[in-house]
């Protein structure tokens, strides 16, 4: 009668060396998988977050209208549109106006179709902040949180095929509003945005 033969000591060192072995690969592997989706999750949230940051931008921008703003001083009454960054309090760049079409059916909400729009940077979030009244100076505002990881804001014009640092033509807009943002995950993105062009003064 024959003995049953065990394993030897090696043996299931071998074994258990490999199966470590096959272990931690996996691990390895599973945690690079995990951080892939984890990092192309994120780029997919941002990429979604910039589509809708440009497709409102732009949409602001060609509802631009001429329109005075008491609350600006009055030697600043003839100009329309601002890039200003101290004047927005932004930590980069940014870009004041005021569009129409701020929908009020019927006008059952006590305001007009005029909504004020600043686009500012703050602690790297874009923001959109607008206020209920064109000449409300009460302070009142509602913010809009629009982009995350921005390093830098820039805004531009262009008219007649040359480019302005600052826009200070009175009572005209320009033809193009161009906006560069420089994102942590995709560097610099860049649009030019057309302006309505000149427009008659609207009433509010």
Excluded: C
């Excluded at 065990?6 to 931690?24: C, D, R, S």
């Excluded at 921005?150 to 008219?159: G, P, R």
């Excluded at 030019?192 to 008659?200: E, H, M, Q």
Aim: zero cysteines; charged letters at 25%; hydrophobic letters at 45%.
């Amino acid at each position: 009668m024959q003995k049953a033969r065990g394993f030897t000591l090696i043996e299931v060192m071998v074994a258990m060396a490999i199966l470590a072995i096959i272990g931690l690969v996996s691990a390895m592997v599973l945690s690079q998988m995990l951080d892939s989706e984890r990092v192309s999750k994120a780029r997919h949230e941002q990429l979604s977050e910039l589509q809708f940051a440009m497709v409102t931008l732009d949409r602001d921008v060609r509802q631009m209208v001429i329109r005075q703003v008491r609350a600006l001083p009055e030697e600043g009454r003839n100009f329309y549109i601002s890039n200003d960054a101290d004047l927005i309090d932004s930590d980069s760049g940014g870009l004041a106006f005021v569009r129409a079409g701020w929908s009020n059916p019927d006008m059952m909400l006590p305001r007009s179709e005029l909504q004020p729009v600043v686009y500012r940077v703050r602690e790297g979030v874009l923001q959109r902040v607008y206020r209920p009244f064109v000449d409300d100076v009460s302070g009142d505002q509602i913010v809009q949180d629009l982009l995350t990881g921005v390093e830098s804001l820039e805004v531009s014009f262009q008219d007649a095929g040359e480019d302005h640092d600052t826009w200070d033509q009175p009572n005209r807009f320009p033809d193009l509003v161009v906006v560069r943002i420089e994102l942590e995950s995709y560097g610099v993105i860049e649009r030019w945005l057309l302006t309505s062009g000149d427009k008659p003064e609207a009433l509010p």
